[in-house]
């Protein structure tokens, strides 16, 4: 820690910034990136960088913000004034350099390492009267942080950091633990997506059939009736009685020999009674064919 500012008697209690805090409002320029941890010329550019992109906004019509500071041994925390959120926590270890500005009463500056780019940032206030004192509030948080240091033998800060790196390792292995399971996840999507048969297909094995698209007949085989739609064996069929038969057309052979006399009219039935005597005449002549038509001329 370098002071760019003469040393003066501490304006508070060890107890106070030990076991609380001192809080102090502001307006927060911002910060920037520098290239250097110390050095009055490198907070001397950043000043003018920040208060020439302010003096932009200004003209936007956009108003610098207002912080709560808040000084402790363990490190300096920027919050919302109304909010109390937290916008900054810059742990006093970090803190590399401090410095109020002579010409510009008002601004006063430190420059931080951040934790997650390990970049040295500056950071820029505006305080009308407490600019030099804020400043000094800082030297003295990093003076008893010290002298603790050096009662602890250095344990106290080793602790911290290793408490530092434990948790930074604790977010990486979650983020990786979460990326792990949504790779699992895409991968069960895509084994389910592969078991799953297309609409309408079904697994049973075809039967084959012939040049006709006809399942041959094979008197050898048993006829296995085949499930219905709905997986129900279909109903038997009905039988018909044995002396009861029907030709191709599904309509029952005409005889007129078995045919009853009721079963014609009278005119027809003669006829057929006349044919049926004739035959049998027939069959007694040899060498004599007969010809049942009876439109037949030659009868």
């Known amino acids: 820690?370098?002071?760019?500012?003469?040393?003066?008697?501490?304006?508070h209690t060890p107890e106070a910034l030990a076991k609380h805090y001192i809080p102090y409002n502001a307006k927060f320029?911002?910060?920037?990136e520098v290239e250097a941890p110390k050095g009055t010329e490198v907070v001397k550019d950043a000043v003018r960088k920040l208060k020439f992109q302010r003096h932009i906004k200004k003209s936007e019509g956009q108003k610098i913000p207002k912080v709560e500071l808040q000084i402790s041994i363990y490190g300096v925390k920027i919050l919302d004034p109304k909010t109390k959120d937290v916008q900054h926590n810059c742990q006093l270890h970090r803190i590399s350099f401090c410095a109020d500005d002579?010409?510009?009463?008002?601004?006063f500056t430190f420059i931080c390492k951040d934790s997650e780019s390990n970049k040295h940032l500056c950071y820029v206030f505006d305080s009308e009267k407490c600019a030099e004192e804020i400043t000094l509030t800082i030297g003295?948080?990093?003076?008893?942080?010290?002298?603790?240091f050096l009662e602890s033998g250095g344990k106290d800060v080793e602790t911290r950091k290793q408490i530092g790196?434990?948790?930074?390792?604790?977010q990486e292995l979650e983020t990786e633990n979460s990326e792990l399971k949504k790779q699992l996840q895409d991968l069960e999507e895509q084994l389910m997506i592969a078991h799953v048969p297309p609409a309408g297909s079904i697994s049973m094995k075809p039967q084959s059939t012939d040049v006709f698209d006809m399942v041959p007949f094979s008197p050898v085989s048993p006829l296995v009736p085949t499930l219905a739609s709905n997986g129900c064996p279909p109903p038997p069929p009905t039988t018909l009685p044995p002396d009861i038969r029907k030709d191709l057309f599904g309509a029952e052979p005409f005889d007129p020999f078995t045919c009853g006399a009721a079963d014609f009219p009278p005119d027809i039935q003669s006829k057929l009674d006349e044919m049926q005597e004739g035959f049998k005449m027939g069959l007694t002549l040899e060498g004599t064919v007969f010809s049942l038509d009876p439109l037949d001329s030659r009868c």
Not at 102 to 107: A, E, H, L, V, Y
Not at 140 to 148: H, M, N, R, S, V
């Open 102 to 107: 002579k010409t510009d009463k008002r601004i």
């Open 1 to 11: 820690f370098n002071r760019a500012i003469s040393h003066k008697s501490w304006m």
């Open 140 to 148: 003295q948080a990093f003076d008893l942080a010290y002298k603790k």
């Open 165 to 170: 790196s434990l948790q930074k390792r604790i």
């Open 29 to 32: 320029l911002g910060n920037t």
